[in-house]
T-cell receptor, first 113, second 111 residues
């Protein structure tokens, strides 16, 4: 158990819909990262937050947005969903956003039909 | 662009050592080398990381070439539980510290 909690574990929805994925980082961790894992693209970095502020952005689509709240939990919002958005979405956290290890959650599996 | 090269797959026998190679010939002086692994149906799990010197921890050893253009993850005694995809990653501290995953090496362990 990494200490990172993601909900929901599984989600099935239709094209055009909007979903929110939630992540609670490990206790004391200030930095949260979101990753997408699909069969054809592998693990792709989406976005990083540190203590509520966006710190780095990767291959995140404009239809996707994220935020980190004062209690440090984070949400990833995916809108106007397409079939290609079906993937595993992982959240990871670490204390300072430095070069140490990241702790990953078990992921949220999104299926868009 | 992951900027690391790993074999797609490797096989090992249980209780034997495993050497997983990684090529990172364009590595810069401030890039750390991280190794993560992903077991089936789980999120990635940190294994080890280093900058210049060889590193050891309870899970594995990391041998870094003197020119830092390659590294090797060493599992001293493979178990069936070590069957996973192993990712070698360059982490650039100046680029927000995100991990850029490549394709990884799928390690199969035979009993």
């Amino acid at each position: 158990d990494s200490g990172v909690t993601q909900t929901p574990k599984h989600l099935i929805t239709a094209t055009g819909q909007r979903v929110t994925l939630r992540c609670s980082p490990r206790s004391g961790d200030l930095s949260v990262y979101w990753y997408q894992q699909s069969l054809d693209q592998g693990l792709q970095f989406l976005i990083q937050y540190y203590n509520g502020e966006e710190r780095a952005k990767g291959n995140i689509l404009e239809r996707f947005s994220a935020q980190q709240f004062p209690d440090l939990h984070s949400e990833l919002n995916l809108s106007s969903l397409e079939l290609g958005d079906s993937a595993l979405y992982f959240c990871a956290s670490n204390k300072w956003g430095g070069t140490g290890e990241l702790f990953f959650g078990e992921g949220s599996r999104l299926t868009v039909l | 662009d992951a900027k690391t090269t790993q074999p797609n797959s490797m096989e090992s026998n249980e209780e034997e050592p495993v050497h997983l190679p990684c090529n990172h010939s364009t590595i810069s002086g401030t890039d750390y080398i991280h190794w993560y692994r992903q077991l089936p149906s789980q999120g990635p799990e940190y294994v080890i990381h280093g900058l210049t010197s060889n590193v050891n921890n309870r899970m594995a050893s990391l041998a870094i070439a003197e020119d830092r253009k390659s590294s090797t993850l060493i599992l001293h005694r493979a178990t069936l539980r070590d069957a996973a995809v192993y990712y070698c990653i360059r982490m650039n501290n100046n680029a927000g510290n995100m991990l850029t995953f490549g394709g990884g090496t799928r390690l199969m362990v035979k009993p």
